[in-house]
């Protein structure tokens, strides 16, 4: 399994922006696609965003279209998530996923095999 460390959460005021970050490491980054979830307070975890090996596709959760956007640096063994105007409901601790796959325009909604120890972002009305 790939180990994954997430980073950039924190405190926001609603309409504002974050980015979080992902480190891989311990297995080939670029074979894997990467994916953000999330959970909050007595929900199941939700399906963020995802995006292939090589960058060509990207999915995202009906609740963040056109508000988040997700990345990779294969170079750098991140992927990222960039988010702006943040709601309230928003508020999650955010969880980075990757998913070994030879399919290199596959972006996954389930189905992952490593997971990161999350990070709160939390958003204030």
């Known amino acids: 399994q790939v180990q994954l460390v997430e980073s950039g959460g924190g405190l926001v005021q609603a309409g504002g922006s974050l980015r979080l970050s992902c480190v891989a490491s311990g297995r080939t980054f670029s074979n894997y696609a990467m994916g953000w979830f999330r959970q909050a307070p007595g929900k199941e975890r939700e399906f963020v965003a995802a995006?292939?090996?090589?960058?060509?596709?990207?999915v995202y959760g009906d609740s963040v279209k056109g508000r988040f956007t997700i990345s990779r640096d294969n170079a750098k063994n991140t992927a990222y998530l960039q988010m702006n105007s943040l709601k309230p409901e928003d508020t999650a601790v955010y969880y980075c996923?990757?998913?070994?796959?030879?399919?290199?325009?596959?972006?996954?909604?389930?189905?992952?095999?490593?997971w990161g120890q999350g990070t709160q972002v939390t958003v204030s009305s």
């Open positions: 995006i292939s090996r090589g960058v060509l596709s990207t």
């Open positions: 996923a990757a998913k070994y796959t030879v399919v290199f325009n596959e972006a996954p909604t389930y189905a992952y095999d490593s």
